[in-house]
């Protein structure tokens, strides 16, 4: 069969309908290449690619070399206070200073994390300069009575100036290990896809236990008797030495993890960027960088013309988060949160003011020491044997806690969250009550398992739960349409609270326990109060915190 001029001409389409049509598809494979790209949403966010298990367990290092160095302190730093001769009824106020400063300037530098418009990417600047001031203010505290002694002749100004250094440098570690935790995580749910960021933040708890672990167990050796510590004058400045070089090491590793694009800064609309290749074909796309698309790449079209608004959640300007805001938004939160927020404040508050008073608790109490009396003197001795056993109960705790994480798993089918939140409650609560009412060296080690109880849950459970109200949240948000999106909650201002009740967590313990142990003349008040507060959080998280069914 032929096919006259007449004929073929009949068979197409007229020219406007063809230009149209052949409009429509390129429009449709653009729509298409869209979608693909977010994730099946043409206004959803860029799903980066899967990242290879070893960058994640590399970015995990840097919660391991934090909660090394954070073991050290814990360890030592109360030690050091006292024999540098800070009076006992205000070392707890050196724990004050630095949790006032996170909380008003925490979402003030948060905010600035997400603008930052760096080469080297949005979080990386911040990690790293919050790593120098944590080896600084390590130096500080673990070396500041050798300095003083050092560069000051005169014998009656070295006291004083002893202890401002030694309190200097402990703020300022504080402010640093507190600060760098969030512009890990940010980074981590930067470059990675959903699965990858379960996987990652997986790691983070697992070396976090592992770096707590090895931290306390390096603390709990005897490396004043060593060839080390002879040389280098006492355990204090080889502690700084080990911890300087884990951190560094695992910080180096951490920032050389996993790639992080740069900030794009688009004041008015978000673009999308497609690459300009000869060889590829019109609409397609080369891979996405860490959901970024990679430098040299061309606009091609903005959402705008696609037809369809562009004033999403995700792609509106985020606004910059100060103090004022933060306080606003705390005040305005609906009831459930509000309560999740007073519970995680009164867990926090018992667990603080046990973990931070546990060495000295072991040398005074447990051992009977003196860290007042001279350093060649058996009490003082002593005191140095039940703060180095101290260490080893600590290093109990970060592996109770591991190992805890993986039993939570299975556990909560059978009690659910509001099991596992009352259970860490209860079993910190009569561990440490039984502490207070018999110090002895074996039942106390023992008891620090349940340590790492408490302290799991309070890394897991109340997050657990913000993501459960989230997750109604946006099943209501679906039932009632896209409109009510765009005055939903942010799941950003929920974590910064629950953050918050940390550092708070550290006020009220940093002013209320050097008063209770100058009046009741003893440290076994910290660990009673540790109890009772604990115990309390028991009934408030039984009947007041929501849980979703």
């Known amino acids: 069969m032929t096919l006259t001029k007449q004929d073929f001409s009949a068979g197409l389409p007229p020219p406007s309908e063809l230009g149209i049509a052949g409009m429509d598809s390129s429009r449709g494979k653009e729509k298409a290449v869209l979608e693909s790209l977010a994730g099946g949403d043409p206004f959803g966010s ?197 911890a300087a070089l884990v951190f560094l090491i695992c910080l180096t590793v951490h920032l050389c993890s996993i790639p992080e694009a740069p900030l794009r800064d688009d004041n008015t609309e978000t673009k999308l960027l497609l690459k300009v290749d000869g060889s590829s074909k019109y609409g397609s796309i080369e891979s996405v960088n860490n959901g970024y698309l990679k430098p040299g790449y061309a606009e091609k079209k903005t959402l705008s013309e696609l037809g369809k608004s562009t004033e999403t959640p995700q792609t509106q300007v985020q606004t910059r988060m100060t103090l004022k805001c933060l306080l606003k938004e705390l005040l305005s939160m609906p009831s459930h949160y509000r309560c999740l927020c007073i519970s995680h404040l009164i867990g926090w508050t018992a667990f603080l003011s046990n973990m931070l008073f546990f060495t000295d608790f072991m040398g005074q109490i447990v051992y009977h020491g003196n860290p007042y009396a001279p350093h060649n003197s058996t009490a003082y001795l002593t005191y140095e044997r039940g703060v180095e056993i101290g260490c080893w109960g600590m290093c109990i705790n970060a592996i109770s806690s591991s190992l805890y994480s993986y039993l939570q798993k299975a556990l909560l089918p059978y009690i659910g969250l509001k099991g596992l939140y009352f259970i860490g409650y209860l079993l910190f609560g009569i561990g440490t009550g039984f502490i207070g009412l018999f110090p002895k060296v074996y039942s106390t080690l023992a008891l620090c398992s349940l340590f790492g109880v408490m302290s799991s849950t309070l890394y897991t459970v109340p997050f657990n739960l913000i993501a459960e109200y989230h997750r109604e949240e946006e099943s209501q948000k679906e039932q009632n349409g896209r409109e009510a999106e765009a005055t939903g909650r942010g799941k950003g201002i929920d974590c910064a609270a629950l953050t918050c009740m940390v550092q708070l967590a550290q006020i009220i313990v940093g002013v209320g326990l050097g008063f209770l142990v100058s009046a009741a003349g003893s440290v076994i008040v910290v660990v009673i109060c540790a109890s009772a507060v604990a115990l309390t959080g028991c009934c408030f998280v039984a009947f007041f915190v929501r849980y979703v069914e």
């Open 46 to 242: 860029v799903e980066p690619v899967k990242k290879p298990s070893g960058r994640l367990i590399m970015h995990s290092m840097a919660m391991l070399g934090r909660e090394f160095c954070y073991a050290v302190e814990a360890a030592f730093v109360t030690p050091v206070l006292l024999s540098v001769g800070l009076p006992e009824s205000l070392y707890s106020l050196v724990w004050l200073i630095s949790p006032i400063l996170g909380f008003v300037l925490q979402p003030v530098v948060g905010s600035a994390s997400d603008h930052c418009t760096s080469g080297w990417g949005k979080r990386r600047p911040y990690i790293l300069a919050l790593g120098i001031l944590m080896l600084l203010g390590m130096a500080l505290y673990l070396n500041g009575d050798m300095m003083v002694s050092a560069l000051i002749p005169e014998r009656g100004k070295q006291r004083t100036w002893a202890i401002v250094i030694t309190m200097l440098g402990v703020v300022l570690f504080d402010f640093a290990a507190d600060f760098i935790d969030g512009p890990i995580k940010a980074y981590l749910f930067d470059v990675c896809s959903h699965q990858d960021k379960e996987k990652g933040l997986h790691y983070h708890a697992l070396l976090t236990g592992l770096g707590g672990a090895l931290g306390y167990l390096t603390g709990a050796m005897d490396w004043g008797n060593s060839v080390l510590g002879r040389f280098l004058g006492s355990e204090f400045q080889v502690m700084f030495i080990i």
